[in-house]
C-alpha cells in the first residue's frame, strides 16, 4: 500500500497560514492511548469491534449531529487507531444569525481552544464524546483512550482521494505490517498495564 500514509510519531504537519475550517476533505489519523489495542481485533482480515470500538464507531458517525455543515465518508477503526475521510462542507446560513457576546472586563479577547468548525474542534469534540460515552458504560474508568493531537493529511484532489480510500479500506489486510501493529505480549513486554481495561 502507498507508503505515503505512513504516520510517523503523529507529529503536527498542519501548515501554518492554512485555514483548516475551510471547506475540503481531510483525511485523518487518531491513535489510541499508548497504542492500546482496546478498539477492535482483526481475525482473518476482518474487524471485530469491542465494545469501546462500538461507540468510537458511534460517535464518530455522530460528528454531522453536532457539525451540520460536516460529514464523515470512509472509516475503518482499527485496533489502536482511527483512520477517516471527514469532509467540512460549505457553510450553510440557515435562520438567524446572532452577534457574538460582548466581553466583559476582565475577559480574553482572544479565545480559547481550537476555532469553532475547525477540524481541530471537530476532532477534539469527537474524542470527547467517545470518551465520555465509554467512561459512561463503564468500560473505562476516569483514563484517557486517546493519544494527544492527531496526524491529518488535505486530500487535494481525486486521485489523491481514491489512493486514501483504498488505504482505508485495505488496513484490516495489511494489520501485521502496519507501523501501529502491537500485540498484548509486546505491550506487556513494555510494561504497559491492561488490568484495568
Known sequence: MDQKFKTHNRQS???QDYDYSC???????????????????IVAGEIQLSQIGKIVEGSWKDISLH??????EAY???????HGIVKINE???????????????????????????SLSAIIG?????????SHKAGLIKDQFIWQRNYYEHIIRDDEDYQ???????????????????VTIDSLIRKDVRLSSL
Open 13 to 15: 504537519y498542519r501548515l
Open 23 to 41: 471547506p475540503g476533505l481531510y483525511f485523518v489519523t487518531i491513535v489510541s492511548y499508548k497504542r492500546l489495542p482496546i478498539f477492535s481485533e
Open 67 to 72: 457539525f451540520p455543515d460536516v460529514s464523515v
Open 76 to 82: 475503518v477503526i482499527m485496533p489502536n487507531h482511527l
Open 91 to 117: 457553510k450553510r446560513n440557515v435562520g438567524a444569525t446572532h452577534a457574538s457576546p460582548s466581553l466583559t472586563k476582565g475577559q480574553d479577547s482572544i479565545p480559547k481552544g481550537p476555532p469553532p468548525q
Open 125 to 133: 469534540s469527537f474524542k470527547s464524546a467517545a470518551t465520555k460515552r
Open 163 to 181: 489512493r486514501i480510500v483504498e488505504y482505508i479500506q485495505y488496513n484490516p489486510l495489511n494489520w501485521v505490517n502496519d507501523q501501529e501493529f
